[in-house]
């Protein structure tokens, strides 16, 4: 699916910032294909594509969202079209390093040091607890909300990325599979007017190591 107004990387990169208030306007089945096609191509970790997403928009279910026990009172969440459970499937990501690895290995496509280091990272991930494989894992899954949040700007969409939520009670709220981890909340929707697009960024000079 192709919509919206044809824009550069850099521009929907200057022009993205965080809505929290949004039309009625729905969003449609469309535009979000076109936003999980984003996150789809991103890169992961040896390939692990780690990255599950669980999709709210009915309305009794996004104002849930808003209340004390799941988001601590972000009552605006009920205005979105949309919100995106981004979650991470720490076996598969596991499974599926493991995966690559072999391949790598079978196919001589990596050899030496190189792939005995990757070898040795995958054992680790393996024998990690959750909490180390979660770290992991969310790295990849942050990775994927970022393009689909770029490829939002694109189709004329606003989003949030959300990160203060009661996991159990998003989980409950949306029947996700206990063995996943949820990582964020990705808001999406029309924006509505009068929004202020600040972008309060440190300079060049702050962020780059002499």
Same mark, same amino acid.
């Given at each position: ?22 039309? $009625? ?7 979000? $294909? ?51 459970? @981004? @979650?991470?499937? *720490? ?6 390093? $493991? ?15 190189? !792939?005995? #280091? ?20 969310? !790295? ?7 393009? !689909? ?10 989003? @949030? ?6 996991? $159990?009670?998003?989980?409950?709220? *949306?029947?996700?599979?206990?063995? *996943?981890?949820?990582?964020? *909340? ?7 007017? #009068? ?16």
């Amino acid at each position: 699916m192709e919509t919206g107004k044809k824009i550069s990387v850099m521009d929907a990169i200057a022009k993205r910032h965080s809505v929290r208030a949004f039309t $009625q306007e729905p969003v449609t089945d469309e535009e979000l $294909q076109a936003l999980f096609e984003a996150a789809r191509l991103a890169p992961s970790s040896l390939n692990s594509q780690p990255w599950r997403f669980k999709v709210a928009q009915e309305k009794e279910i996004l104002k849930e969202f808003g209340k004390k026990e799941v988001s601590r009172t972000q009552t605006w969440l009920a205005s979105a079209g949309a919100i995106i459970a @981004c @979650c991470a499937d *720490l076996s598969g990501y596991v499974r599926d390093s $493991q995966a690559s690895a072999f391949f790598f290995r079978e196919n001589k496509l990596i050899q030496g040091d190189s !792939m005995n #280091g990757i070898e040795d990272y995958v054992a680790r991930e393996a024998a990690a607890d959750e909490t180390a494989r979660f770290g992991a894992a969310a !790295m990849n899954v942050g990775l994927s909300i970022s393009f !689909m949040m770029l490829r939002a700007v694109e189709l004329g969409l606003g989003s @949030c990325w959300i990160g203060m939520f009661d996991e $159990q009670k998003v989980k409950e709220l *949306l029947g996700i599979d206990p063995a *996943l981890r949820v990582v964020a *909340l990705l808001v999406v929707g029309h924006p509505a007017e #009068g929004q202020a697009v600040e972008h309060n960024r440190k300079s060049l000079d702050e962020i780059m190591l002499s």
